[in-house]
């Protein structure tokens, strides 16, 4: 089946600063999403990115799907923005999906 | 709109007892949902893939008469957890996606405790 890694896995910011985070794979995919875990445990959905570039306010996604990578962008960190950060990838669209390890994330004030 | 209900949000019940969760695709229709489990400080990892009108397909390691899934209809899916252990504690979370829309979405999940 696909690998997913993901990196780092800790991660501790001062909040106002800009992050990266990267999710690699072992194979081609149809379906790579973004996910941020709140602490109650619920799946937010962030992008939705088999190839290509997204922004949404502070955060922006790039997948390179040739490369099979994704990065996640985080500017301007705030505290709300900690918590677990979520790579998956799927072989088809609305298929299964394998998560990776995930990014575990402190922003401090 | 896409949005996923799971019931109950936690559940404690005793050794040998089972529990049955649902998960509901609240303004679509879903011929396919996941299961998955996630323990703490984890990531999530397929349990099944439960698909409307026929039997459940269950990831390697998952066993099928420990998670019976049912899946009635084209907007519910339910995981029963038969006679539970202490072993089975863990966070349960289901997703589904619309008919031609390519990302999941991901119910709240149920956090079982089996003491």
């Known amino acids: 089946g696909i690998q997913v890694e993901q990196s780092p896995p800790d991660l501790i910011l001062q909040e106002g600063a800009n992050s990266t985070l990267r999710c690699n794979f072992s194979d081609s995919v149809n379906n790579l999403q973004w996910f941020h875990q709140n602490p109650w445990g619920q799946l937010i959905n962030l992008f939705y990115i088999p190839s290509g570039t997204k922004q949404n306010g502070r955060l922006s996604a790039t997948t390179v799907a040739t490369e099979r990578y994704s990065l996640l962008y985080i500017s301007s960190s705030q505290t709300t923005d900690s918590g677990v950060y979520f790579c998956a990838v799927g072989g088809a669209a609305g298929n299964k999906l394998t998560f990776g390890g995930g990014t575990r994330v402190l922003v401090k004030p | 709109g896409a949005v996923v209900s799971q019931h109950p949000s936690w559940v404690i019940c005793k050794s040998g007892t089972s529990v049955k969760i649902e998960c509901r695709s609240l303004d679509f229709q879903a011929t396919t949902m996941f299961w998955y489990r996630q323990f703490p400080k984890q990531s999530l990892m397929l349990m099944a893939t439960?698909?409307?009108?026929?039997?459940?397909?269950?990831e390697q390691g998952v066993e099928k008469d420990k998670f019976l899934i049912n899946h009635a209809s084209l907007t519910l899916s339910t995981l029963t957890v038969t006679s539970a252990h202490p072993e089975d504690s863990s966070f349960y979370i289901c997703s589904a996606s619309p008919a031609g829309v390519g990302k999941q979405f991901f119910g709240p999940g149920t956090r079982l405790t089996v003491l």
């Open positions: 439960s698909n409307e009108g026929s039997k459940a397909t269950y």
